[in-house]
């Protein structure tokens, strides 16, 4: 299973939201390169990279960040927020992103991602399946459409798609322990999906409970910035 740290960028600085609200916000470190390059000191592969302020305005906005990381880094970095077309999705990948994730675009546009997935490649589009009582949250996570997470995950497998972001937007950022129940039984349901488990993961309890359940990857925030997961720990999984 892959270890994979989130960069969460408000103003180009490195923060972290509670369940997506902007006004819940607690900045870590001004720098958010000197955290990537803390992370590929540790060992670490990949990175999450995510724009906020582009999923507020609905356009990439910290790209010379993304840009920078890159450059200064060897990361294998997915970069969402605010990629709304084409145009942004090439921005994106000439700023030295590897792998984009379609948020809220996969579920209002699905023809256009589809149309995405088909000119780039399951292996650089990835698709966040971002969830609240077992379906999906767009719009930053203010609104809940009527798709189940299950369906959603199954319509973009025939589609051609290959790796979901299951993030659990009531648990992002809260520090009580990832869906396990819901991995579980997406795992059982739909097999062939390669599912990255994010929200909520705390301790390496967690991170080990997810492998056993067969999760594909695991994305670590907060629990890295607070302390209650040491890169030292996770030293065995990278």
């Known amino acids: 299973m892959e270890i994979i740290p989130a960069i969460d960028l408000i103003n180009g600085q490195c923060v972290r939201l509670t369940e997506g609200d902007f006004?819940?916000?607690?900045?870590?470190?001004a720098d958010p390169l000197a955290v990537a390059q803390r992370f590929e000191a540790a060992g670490v592969k990949r990175l999450h990279l995510v724009d906020l302020d582009g999923a507020r305005a609905r356009r990439p906005v910290n790209l010379p960040?993304?840009?920078?990381?890159?450059?200064?880094?060897?990361?294998?970095?997915?970069?969402?927020?605010?990629?709304?077309?084409?145009?942004?999705?090439?921005?994106?990948?000439?700023?030295?992103?590897?792998q984009i994730t379609a948020g809220?675009?996969?579920?209002?546009?699905?023809?256009?991602?589809?149309?995405?997935?088909?000119?780039?490649?399951a292996d650089r589009i990835l698709l966040g399946a971002d969830f609240r009582d077992n379906h999906?949250?767009?719009?930053a996570w203010?609104?809940?459409?009527?798709?189940?997470?299950?369906?959603f995950i199954q319509g973009y497998l025939a589609a051609g798609a290959s790796t979901f972001i299951c993030t659990d937007v009531s648990k992002d950022g809260k520090l009580q322990g990832p869906s396990l129940a819901t991995y579980q039984q997406l795992r059982t349901e739909l097999p062939a999906a390669r599912l990255i488990a994010s929200g909520g993961v705390t301790t390496l309890a967690d991170v080990e409970a997810l492998a056993e359940i067969g999760m594909h990857g695991a994305i670590?925030?907060?629990?890295i910035y607070e302390g209650t997961i040491t890169l030292a720990e996770l030293k065995g999984w990278l």
């Open 23 to 29: 006004s819940q916000q607690t900045t870590y470190d």
């Open 65 to 98: 960040v993304l840009e920078r990381l890159a450059r200064h880094t060897s990361l294998v970095i997915d970069y969402g927020g605010g990629l709304q077309s084409e145009d942004a999705l090439r921005q994106a990948f000439d700023a030295g992103a590897r």
């Open 104 to 121: 809220s675009i996969a579920v209002r546009e699905p023809a256009t991602v589809q149309g995405w997935l088909q000119q780039f490649g």
């Open 136 to 139: 999906i949250a767009i719009n």
């Open 142 to 151: 203010a609104e809940q459409s009527e798709r189940t997470l299950a369906e």
């Open 220 to 223: 670590i925030g907060k629990a």
